[in-house]
């Protein structure tokens, strides 16, 4: 049995700010998003439960990329003293693909609600245009959220 009212809103009432193909809702009472690697599991965040949310910026292949270059370098700085030229090639072009990874990385975006009960990172994506406008929708949704009260 579906409950009538959540937070003193009839479900049928409450405002919807953004739905989309991929399961994200985003409406005055509840935000939904899609559980990565499931197709049927959601997570339901209740608005009066969030405090903020911000966009952050991953690359998961950037310390490896830097941790690459590091080591092209040490390895050609170490062979210069003692007339170990042929490390010095393969050592350069260890750091200059590191380098070049560092460059053509891809970068993902998140969203990171904050609520008392602490941060939780949701809706992984490279689209920089989709996740602002999830954001934004967000914002509209809680400024316009039931008290807590009710």
Not at 106 to 113: F, K
């Amino acid at each position: 049995m579906k409950p009538d009212l959540v937070n003193g809103t009839k479900i049928e009432d409450e405002q919807i700010y953004y739905i989309d193909d991929n399961g994200v809702r985003i409406g005055s009472v509840n935000i939904t998003f899609p559980v990565k690697f499931d197709d049927k599991a959601r997570l339901v965040y209740n608005t009066v439960d969030i405090s903020s949310v911000d966009i952050k910026l991953v690359n998961s292949s950037f310390p490896t990329s830097i941790i690459l270059t590091s080591v092209g370098i040490t390895i050609s700085i170490a062979s210069l003293p003692y007339n170990v030229w042929y490390l010095l090639l393969p050592a350069l072009l260890i750091s200059m693909l590191g380098s070049i990874w560092a460059l053509v990385a891809h970068w993902s975006y998140y969203l990171l609600i904050h609520s008392s009960s602490g941060n939780t990172k949701t809706l992984f994506t490279g689209d920089v245009e989709y996740i602002y406008h999830v954001l934004n929708a967000i914002n509209e949704a809680l400024s316009n959220r039931p008290d807590k009260s009710t």
